[in-house]
Structures are given as C-alpha cells and as structure tokens.
C-alpha cells in the first residue's frame, strides 16, 4: 500500500490567496484526520471525518478554513484568503474500521504565506 | 476525560545511552495506547502499540508496557543511536475508537555521537 498521499508537498503563496490541501487516504480506511503541526501550538486537531461525513470541527481556527471528503478516496482542506498565521505543516491521517484505531499519517504539506 | 501527560524535553543523550520518555494517561474505560515517532521534515510514524494492561509494545529496539496500575506507557531504549534523534509522542484512543486520537505534546530526543 501506499500509505497517506498528501499534495502539494510544499506550498509559498502570497496572503489573500485560496490554498487547497489535498489527501488520499489508505485504502478500505474509512476515517480521516486533518491536523495542523507548528512550533507555537504543537499538533492540532482541525476536523475529522467518519465516513466521509464530518464529525468533529471544532478545531478549525476560523470561517476562512473549510474541508470536503467527496467520496472515501479523496479529501481536501481549503484556506480563503490564506493569512501568514496559517503558514504552518499540515497532515493527514487515515485510521481502519477496527481496533486498535491507529491513524497513519501522510508525509505533511509545509504551507507558508508571505 | 481523556488526556495524554508527556514527559518534557529536550531530551539530549549520548549514543548508547539508556533512554526513558514518561507517558502517564487519564482515560475512562480501556484505551488502547501508541507511540507515534516524527523524524525532521517527515510525519508521524506509528513505533509501536498496546491494547491492554500488561502488554508490551515493541518496535525497533523501543518498547513500553501497559501499566493499568499507574496509568503509564513509558518508553524505553537500551541504547539509542544518532538516528533515533526525532520527536516522539504518547497517544490513546478510546475503547470504542469513536472520537480521535488523544496525543501527549511531543517530547524531542536529539543523541550526539
């Protein structure tokens, strides 16, 4: 398997401008996990689906954030109009439909805005 | 509720070093508990794992025990290596694997030659 694909790898974009994330998840996964790493708040939690339903967007930091998961293969995170706050590494994980309920991770996008 | 308490770093060792990184855990119920590794520019990387009290993950020469007793999942090395330099969190999830994954706050282990 090819694990969590996760593009683009690396994204600069000016503020103001739409960024969009994407991710592919493990096949036959059936839950998937947006996160936000930086060195200020450490790992957080931004949405999950179940499903390709959302269940939990608490941690989205603001309106100008937005995720979709069309079909179990395929999710995006989209920021509009990005801000230098959200220059930060995203990630995305993938976890089964039984226990123990591990969630493997793609190898991240690193985002900055200028 | 739950939540993950990591011992903090930076942890600095020299090569060979035995190594200790505490994990202690608030959960209800019967979590199961993980140890994820992060190498520079890479993501999270599952080590190893434990599904209930008394069992052993293993994975690499790494290993922690499943302690119901004092809520703890230690990680240990018996002698680290100038590639096991990365950052390394404790994680639960829940019995019913309904809600996320509760991750302690990383602790970052650098081992000099």
């Known amino acids: 398997d090819a694990g969590v694909i996760q593009s683009p790898r690396h994204e600069v974009t000016e503020m103001g401008q739409e960024v969009t994330l994407r991710c592919k998840p493990i096949s036959g996964h059936n839950s998937l996990f947006w996160y936000r790493q930086t060195m200020m708040r450490g790992l957080e939690l931004l949405i999950y689906?179940?499903?390709?339903?959302?269940?939990?967007d608490s941690g989205m930091p603001e309106d100008r954030f937005s995720a979709k998961m069309p079909n179990a293969s395929f999710s995006t995170l989209k920021i509009q109009p990005s801000e230098p706050r959200d220059s930060a590494v995203y990630f995305c994980a993938s976890r089964g439909t039984s226990g123990p309920y591990e969630q493997y991770f793609g190898p991240g996008t690193r985002l900055t805005v200028t | 509720g739950n939540s993950v308490t990591q011992m903090e770093g930076p942890v600095t060792l020299s090569e060979e070093a035995f190594l200790t990184i505490n994990c202690t855990y608030t959960a209800t119920g019967y979590p199961s508990l993980f140890w994820y590794v992060q190498y520079p520019g890479e993501g999270l990387q599952l080590l190893l794992k434990?599904?209930?009290?008394?069992d052993k993950g293993s994975n690499k020469g790494f290993e922690a025990t499943y302690r119901k007793e004092t809520t703890s999942f230690h990680l240990e090395k018996g002698s680290v290596q100038v590639s096991d330099s990365a950052v390394y969190f404790c994680a639960l999830s829940d019995q019913t694997g309904a809600n996320n994954l509760f991750f302690g706050t990383g602790t970052r282990l650098t081992v000099i030659p």
């Open positions: 689906f179940n499903n390709n339903v959302p269940i939990d």
């Open positions: 434990a599904t209930k009290a008394d």
